[in-house]
């Protein structure tokens, strides 16, 4: 078949990255010709600033070379303006005069900057600071002459006004406004901006109008409207960009400010695509390179024909490439309705920050002087997290969270042989040495090359701060929300969604439909797939058992000498002695090594060989024994105390309403374990208030707790409500389990689910509103009708024994 | 004594499955990864002595269940930036049986 022609118009940063992303998904699918107007291959334009400053080379800022390109078999018209779209004959016109049909095109014109209509603005010695041959100009004038005035203090103007002034110009930045860079910074931040700048010898009109640019055969100064006059053999005119939409609009393209696209970065032509500057979706314009890679990945995936993945916008955040000069601004930093500020000033250490919050949320963060916990709120306000608890302390950043186990400390001020990662006994050197040496750019990387942060996962803020210091000022792509894992591009939530919508239901499907990058997955991905399908589709869903880590697999613990554990239910907590005999005659007959009381209330039987389990379990079974799940994402124990039955202070019988909690959910799969207990009075020596679901009696009734975690990283419980009856009891345990096992990613616990939504959103769904409480209990309770057979018993009863226990085969004995 | 021992059939082990053969020396772990290919290594990890028969096959790799390492069933290499081998042995299958080269030594207990 003969390929279709994709055409692009454009060599920039927007444009080759959707190509590079078509060739990810689809390589096969397109012949592709590149037109560039500069004469080069593809190169970073956001390390001009470096570049400029001397700091980097060419060299160092190409993405895509020539070689590149022939090495992927695509023809690059470099050096070439196209200068026509003919719609309806599919074809673009060339500078040259020549034809080039499409049957998709992809226009990816970027922007030009803006040249002010002033006298004097054409003439030489003036420059504007958008590509290449701008900085080869500004380079060649710094080498004859000596004096500079740059136009603009917002982002680019200052980056070109540090540049030349490291290459030894005197530097004037003349600005409109009392505020550098005001679109990102509050007055209080550029004002201390304006101060080091001027530290470091940048002199500073403002506020101050340009009126004209004065000079005969090459500028020798400016006028400003109060009738000052600064001398200067260059002029930058940094004030701002407008998209390249001229080329579009002669083709009868919709425009308004940028090409008009919709959420697939279509044109209103079907044909044609655009992405990067040049495009206007959804009334925004960006000029950053987050959000054009954001629809690089959607465009590209229209481009391949999978026709799923929409582009919804993008949030921005900024830093100031000024190296030495910490500065971080993202989403909206002035209040207004409903909104209220938290910030932090001293003036001694050079630190500001200024937080915006709205209903709870972080919606603007401003921060100079220290921005490590930059891509931390960057986090907070993309995920929407409801941030009211943690809210003391939200501007001190993230590691006074109260994190115990980990000090606290903020990791630039650790020396390099602190521990940071106590699974992998990783030390901070290790981590800045493999970062600088095979430099290192992402947390995964980071977590392949050093282990750090890759088992509980608990260093992981800490890794990326010292990821973000000593990367510096250096782009760091901040990626929107994570993909489930490297095999696809796709989030918890749009798999999740898409299995749902498509009525996806094996994970075959799954991958085969969203396109997975892997013939079968990786051990991350397919243990998720396996849980979402379970859990949408109940009794329904084959369980792949392949897709399982061994501990679910095998229903036992594995162990570190390759021997299994076993921990049968105690339902909670209680046992007899008839239970505690099987459990003693079961240790003795097969030779059972150690006996042990878990910190769940039951008692473990460690180091069983493989090939017992069978028999271990049908023993176990004949007393009644069943399977505690202590291998599983699953519900694990119901804690309780002795309550009223014996206690001089219960007020209920807390011992029942374990069990009977325990009995209903037993054998549930969920997204990561669940662990509940029951306390008889609030001295909760159940220790209720730690647990995913903690039930507190009081005389008046149960109180009901969620979301806490005993683990890696302490979290109380939040307070649900308050009910009357056990039967409440149950209806709202069912509610929030289910409302969990609908909604969180796989191994997210319910405490750092809780803290992503919020608890007033669980309150909506499961006390607030009483139908939906009932329909999600009774989807619970659907669900458990099918996964409340013991699987120990399944298994034992079987004969022969399931292959899986048994050796293939024994030779050479 | 021939040069290749028989150990079972393709089916006998779970698609993207392992099973384990036991020898007088060392546990040998039979893969069958996609498409039906069969792998058989030592069945210890490079690492720590993980179990590698009672990990999550994917591609053409199983990874370790005690600590994630990623070893390539072909070669028996652990995928970079991890580092180390573990010992593979040659397979044949003739007509769905699977049969493994074991050399005298891996047998030396009881052949020998
Ligand atoms: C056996 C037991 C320790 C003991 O001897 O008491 C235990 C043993 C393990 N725990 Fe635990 N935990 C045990 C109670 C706990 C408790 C206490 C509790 O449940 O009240 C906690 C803290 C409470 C909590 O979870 O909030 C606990 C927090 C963890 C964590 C951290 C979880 C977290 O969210 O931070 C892990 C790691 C994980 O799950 O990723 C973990 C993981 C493990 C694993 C599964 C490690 C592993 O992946 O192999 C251990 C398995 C050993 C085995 O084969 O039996 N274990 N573990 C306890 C079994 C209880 C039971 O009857 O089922
Ligand atoms: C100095 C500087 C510093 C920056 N710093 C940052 C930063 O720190 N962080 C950040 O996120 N962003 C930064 N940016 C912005 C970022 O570089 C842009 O957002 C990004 O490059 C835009 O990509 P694009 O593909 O839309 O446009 P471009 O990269 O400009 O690519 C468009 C290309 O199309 C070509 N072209 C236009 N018309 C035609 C035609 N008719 N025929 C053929 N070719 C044509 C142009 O020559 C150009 O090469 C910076 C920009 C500059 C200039
Ligand atoms: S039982 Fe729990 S705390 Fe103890 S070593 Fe294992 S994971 Fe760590
Ligand atoms: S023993 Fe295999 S990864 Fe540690």
């Not at chain 1, 993202?330 to 050079?350: C, K, N, P, S």
């Not at chain 1, 200024?354 to 995920?383: C, E, I, P, Q």
């Not at chain 1, 979301?707 to 649900?720: A, I, Q, S, W, Y």
Request: proline share 4%.
């Amino acid at each position: 078949m003969k390929k279709e022609r994709l055409v692009v118009i454009g060599n920039g940063m927007a444009g080759m990255r959707t190509v590079e992303e078509l060739l990810q998904v689809a390589p096969d699918l397109y012949d592709i010709t590149v037109f560039g107007a500069e004469p080069y291959g593809n190169y970073n334009r956001i390390l001009l600033s470096p570049v400029l400053a001397g700091e980097k080379t060419l060299d160092e800022i190409m993405l895509n070379d020539l070689a590149w390109y022939t090495d992927h078999g695509i023809e690059l018209i470099a050096g070439r303006k196209v200068v026509g779209i003919d719609r309806r004959a599919h074809t673009v016109i060339d500078d040259k005069g020549a034809a080039t049909p499409y049957d998709r095109l992809l226009i990816a014109t970027g922007s030009d900057p803006v040249l002010l209509p002033l006298p004097g603005k054409d003439l030489p010695g003036v420059v504007t600071f958008r590509d290449l041959a701008d900085v080869d100009a500004m380079v060649r004038a710094c080498e004859d002459f000596t004096k500079a005035v740059v136009i603009g203090g917002g982002l680019l103007g200052l980056e070109a006004a540090n540049g030349l002034l490291k290459r030894g110009m005197a530097v004037t930045v003349v600005h409109l406004v009392d505020t550098l860079m005001e679109r990102q910074l509050d007055p209080h931040a550029g004002r201390m901006l304006q101060q080091s700048l001027e530290a470091r010898g940048l002199r500073f009109a403002l506020p101050a109008q340009t009126e004209a640019i004065l000079g005969d055969d090459r500028v020798r100064g400016v006028r400003l409207k109060d009738g000052r006059e600064i001398e200067a053999d260059l002029v930058v005119m940094a004030v701002g960009i407008r998209p390249n939409i001229a080329l579009a609009r002669s083709g009868g393209l919709h425009c308004e400010r940028g090409i008009v696209v919709g959420d697939t970065l279509q044109t209103f032509d079907p044909r044609i695509y655009a992405v990067g500057e040049c495009v206007q979706h959804r009334g925004q314009v960006y000029g950053l390179v987050a959000p054009l890679f954001d629809q690089a990945k959607v465009c590209a995936n229209h481009l391949a024909l999978l026709g799923y993945a929409i582009y919804r916008g993008s949030l921005i955040s900024t830093k100031l490439k000024v190296t030495g000069i910490d500065l971080f601004s993202a989403g909206a930093f002035q209040g207004g309705d409903g909104a209220e500020d938290i910030v932090f000033r001293d003036e001694t250490r050079g630190v500001y920050k200024k937080l915006v919050l709205h209903d709870n949320r972080l919606t603007g963060a401003v921060l100079y002087g220290d921005t490590v916990d930059g891509s931390w709120y960057f986090r907070l306000m993309r995920d929407g997290t409801d941030v009211a608890a943690l809210r003391e302390t939200l501007v001190f950043g993230q590691s006074y969270l109260g994190d115990p186990g980990h000090g606290g400390a903020s990791a630039s001020a650790l020396a390099d042989d602190a521990e940071i990662c106590g699974c992998n006994g990783v030390a901070k050197g290790t981590i800045v040495k493999a970062i600088t040496t095979n430099k290192l750019f992402t947390l995964d990387e980071v977590r392949a090359h050093t282990k750090a942060s890759s088992s509980c996962g608990s260093c992981t803020g800490l890794v990326e701060q010292i990821i973000a210091s000593t990367l510096g000022g250096e782009y760091t792509k901040t990626p929107s929300e994570k993909p489930l894992c490297p095999c696809t591009d796709h989030t918890h939530a749009e798999t999740r969604q898409t299995i749902v919508a498509q009525k996806l239901k094996t994970i075959a499907d799954v991958m085969a439909f969203m396109e997975w990058r892997t013939p079968n997955g990786c051990q991350k991905c397919r243990p998720a797939l396996n849980y979402y399908l379970l859990c949408a589709w109940p009794g329904e869903y084959v369980d792949d058992s392949q897709s399982r880590f061994i501990n679910e697999r095998a229903h036992a613990n594995i162990q570190k000498d390759g021997t299994y554990s076993v921990i049968p239910r105690m339902w909670g907590g209680i046992t007899n002695p008839k239970e505690l005999r099987a459990i003693a005659d079961v240790a003795d007959k097969f030779r059972i090594p150690t006996v042990k009381v878990t910190g769940g209330q039951r008692i473990d039987l460690l180091g069983v060989r493989k090939e017992d389990l069978p028999a271990v379990w049908r023993d176990l079974n004949a007393a009644g024994l069943v399977s505690g799940h202590a291998y599983g994402k699953a519900l694990r124990t119901v804690k309780t105390c002795v309550g009223s039955e014996w206690c001089r202070f219960g007020t209920q019988d807390s011992t029942a309403m374990g069990i009977a909690l325990e009995k209903m959910t037993w054998g549930s799969w969920t997204p990561h374990k669940v662990k509940m207990a029951v306390s008889g009075c609030p001295r909760n020596c159940a220790e209720a208030t730690i647990k995913d679901f903690g039930v507190v009696a009081v005389e008046s009734g149960w109180e009901l707790h969620v979301g806490g975690n005993g683990g890696v990283k302490v979290r109380t419980t939040e307070l649900l409500c308050k009910v009357a009856t056990p039967e409440e009891v149950m209806e709202y345990c069912g509610a929030f389990l289910q409302l969990y096992r609908e909604e969180a990613r796989y191994l997210e616990r319910t405490a750092p689910w809780l803290e992503r939504v919020g608890l007033a959103y669980v309150r909506a769904h499961v006390v607030e509103d009483a139908k939906e409480r009932k329909a999600l209990h009774a989807r619970f309770l659907f669900s458990q009708s099918f996964s409340q057979t013991d699987p120990w018993g399944e298994r034992a009863a079987e004969i022969p024994v399931r292959s899986e226990y048994a050796p293939l085969k024994v030779v050479g004995v | 004594m021939s040069k290749w021992t028989v150990v079972g059939r393709v089916e006998d082990i779970p698609p993207l499955g392992a099973r384990v053969v036991r020898t007088p020396t060392l546990d040998i772990a039979v893969f069958r990864a996609v498409g039906d290919r069969i792998f058989a290594l030592e069945d210890r990890c490079p690492h720590r002595g993980g179990p590698l028969s009672q990990g999550i096959v994917h591609g053409g790799r199983v990874t370790c269940p005690l600590h994630d390492w990623c070893i390539e069933l072909a070669a028996g290499e652990a995928v970079a930036p991890d580092q180390g081998s573990v010992r593979t042995f040659p397979v044949r299958i003739t007509d769905g049986q699977i049969e493994l080269d074991l050399d005298r030594v891996t047998l030396r207990a009881g052949a020998a």
